[in-house]
């Protein structure tokens, strides 16, 4: 599975006129615009641009909903560098300590919020190979 989007934001939009769109339309503003209307979370698409992913009544539950998404893709992240690192490892014969390396990815995917410490500072999973 590819992660779409490679990053997420939080920006205050206001309603404004859609002209003859059976639909609502909104467009980012100021925190302070006498016309904020709510907070949005958007996606951001590589190479495409944002993709409006939420509207939500307060900017704290928008970056509640934004930081729940990059915890979301951070663990997919970690699995799949997990997952690419007990190959090399397969590759080279070393299955017990590729076996390591899974369990201990799962264990971070299950129970922590902050994947961080799972990597080095390549991307990839810590004393992994490529």
């Known amino acids: ?17 859609g002209g003859d769109s059976p639909y609502e339309c909104f467009e980012q503003c100021e925190e302070d615009d006498a016309g904020l209307h709510a ?10 641009g944002l993709e409006c992913l939420a509207d939500c009544p307060s900017k704290e539950k928008a970056e509640l909903i934004k930081n729940s998404l990059e915890i979301a893709c951070l663990k997919h992240g970690a699995l799949v560098a997990a997952a690419k690192t007990v190959v090399n490892r397969w590759e080279r014969g070393d ?9 201990a990815a799962i264990e971070v995917y299950m129970d922590s ?6 990597f080095d500072n390549g991307g990839t999973i810590s004393g992994g190979g490529k």
Do not use: T
């Open 95 to 103: 299955l017990a300590d590729a076996v390591r390396k899974l369990d």
């Open 113 to 118: 919020s902050d994947d961080s410490s799972l």
């Open 39 to 48: 907070w949005a979370v958007y996606g951001h698409v590589p190479e495409k």
């Open 1 to 17: 599975m590819k992660i779409r989007f490679d990053s997420f934001e939080v920006h205050p939009v206001k309603k404004v006129d």
